[in-house]
């Protein structure tokens, strides 16, 4: 899968994981409120040595190791602290960001294909992209609100351009998501349920409210396509929506 575009304002630090709930595992408890980037960097070391050993990762088939991977991706890990109010704005961007990092090594973990071409991991991949999709989100605005508070004058225009150009990016990252209908046949049809939600809940909230006034001109072309190849009426009735919403948006600021 392509690498996500990084965000110019923010620097990114090297990550690890880990699994299972033996004394030589590195997987941080289970019980924890919310896992850290600290607990997510342990984890990507131990996923790191378990996939280089050809061990099976912690996935949601295997009743034993499920909890753990629905704790890997589960978001309270860092909207808890992003949305934290009482937390100064500098470390909730800082803690975002150090989350996004571990996260963009953490979806390389689960995208191994067997001899098939098939997904080793279709559903987890899929949930841990939806993962990102949420955390890009706070990613971005915690990091623009960064910029427009330390500015010396936040309306100038060299504000307005970096602030749009992140937004921007946010959404080629999220058109990245729209890659994997490529594969479709590398997936199961649950995964491809669980994809075509992640349509459904996070592309209108971006449209409408985080980037409403970026450029869309990309993701249109790249709907445009994926609808050509489609198959999964789910994800292409998503699909026909996202385009809806894109093109209502443009034509109401024409």
């Known amino acids: ?3 996500l575009n990084l965000i110019n304002f923010l620097l990114f630090l090297p990550v690890f994981f880990s699994c ?3 004394d030589s595992s590195l997987f941080p408890p289970l019980q924890k409120k919310y896992w850290t980037p600290e607990d997510y960097t342990n984890a990507n070391a131990e996923l790191t040595s378990l996939r280089y050993n050809n061990k099976e990762l ?5 009743p034993k190791t499920a909890p753990l991977f629905q704790k890997i991706v589960d978001t309270n890990n860092f909207l808890i602290v992003a949305n934290d109010n009482q937390l100064g704005l500098e470390h909730r961007k800082d803690f975002i960001s150090k989350m996004f990092d571990q996260y963009r090594q953490l979806s390389d973990k689960y995208d191994e294909a067997d001899r098939s071409d098939k997904y080793k991991y279709p559903l987890e991949l899929v949930e841990i992209e939806k993962f990102g999709l ?3 989100i706070y990613y971005i605005e915690t990091g623009n609100q960064s910029i427009i508070k330390n500015a010396d004058n936040p309306n100038s225009q060299d504000v307005i351009d970096i602030t749009t150009k992140n937004k921007n990016i946010l959404i080629r990252n999220y058109t990245l998501y729209l ?3 490529n594969h479709e046949d590398r997936f199961t049809d649950k995964a491809l ?5 992640g349509l459904k809940d996070f592309f209108p909230k971006v449209i409408t409210n985080v980037a409403g006034n970026g450029d ?3 993701m249109l072309e790249k709907i445009d396509n994926m609808l050509k190849k489609s198959k999964n009426s789910s994800i292409i009735a998503q699909l026909e929506n996202i385009q809806s919403l894109i093109k209502s948006k443009t034509t109401a600021t024409q």
């Not at 912690?58 to 295997?62: E, F, S």
């Not at 349920?193 to 939600?197: A, D, G, L, V």
């Open 1 to 3: 899968m392509k690498k």
């Open 20 to 22: 299972g709930n033996d």
């Open 58 to 62: 912690p996935n949601l088939v295997d």
């Open 134 to 136: 949420a955390l890009q």
């Open 179 to 181: 890659e994997h209908i």
């Open 193 to 197: 349920i669980s994809y075509s939600e």
């Open 216 to 218: 869309y001109s990309g």
